[in-house]
C-alpha cells in the first residue's frame, strides 16, 4: 500500500521559510518520480517542484525558482521542499506526489499517488 505523509507545513510571516517533508512508503521502483504540487482555494493545483529519484531531472515552477529547493533524503525515501523568501501568493495546500517518469522528465500528468496535504499559510 502507497503511502505518502508530508509534514512541515505551517503558518510564516512573508519572507520566512519553511521546509517540508513527505516521507514514502510502499512506492514501487517504478514510480521514480516525486513532486510537490499546490493548491489555493479556487485556483487549479500546480506543480511546484520535481525531481526524480535518480537525481537526473529536476523541475521548477517559474513562480518558484530561486526560493524554493527540492531535495531527497539518503534512501530517496524523503523527499523535502525547502522555502525560503515565502510570498502571500505561496499560501496553498501543498501535497506530495509519487509516479513514473517519462523519457527521464516527471510530467505531473503521470502523478497518481498523492498525500493528504500540509497546509502553508503566509501572512504579511
Known amino acids: 500500500q502507497v503511502q505518502l505523509v508530508e509534514s512541515g507545513g505551517g503558518s510564516v510571516q512573508a519572507g520566512g521559510s519553511l521546509r517540508l517533508s513527505c516521507a514514502a512508503s510502499?512506492?514501487?521502483?517504478?514510480?521514480?518520480?516525486r513532486g510537490w504540487f499546490r493548491q489555493a482555494p479556487g485556483k487549479e493545483r500546480e506543480g511546484v517542484a520535481l525531481i526524480s529519484t535518480g537525481g537526473g531531472y529536476i523541475y521548477y515552477a517559474d513562480s518558484v525558482k530561486g526560493r524554493f529547493t527540492i531535495s531527497q533524503g539518503g534512501a530517496t525515501n524523503t523527499v523535502y521542499l525547502q522555502m525560503n523568501n515565502l510570498k502571500s501568493e505561496d499560501e496553498a495546500m501543498y501535497y506530495c506526489a509519487a509516479g513514473p517518469s517519462s523519457f527521464g522528465r516527471c510530467r505531473p500528468i503521470d502523478f497518481g499517488y498523492w498525500g493528504q496535504g500540509t497546509q502553508v499559510t503566509v501572512s504579511s
Open positions: 510502499g512506492v514501487t521502483y517504478s514510480h521514480n518520480c
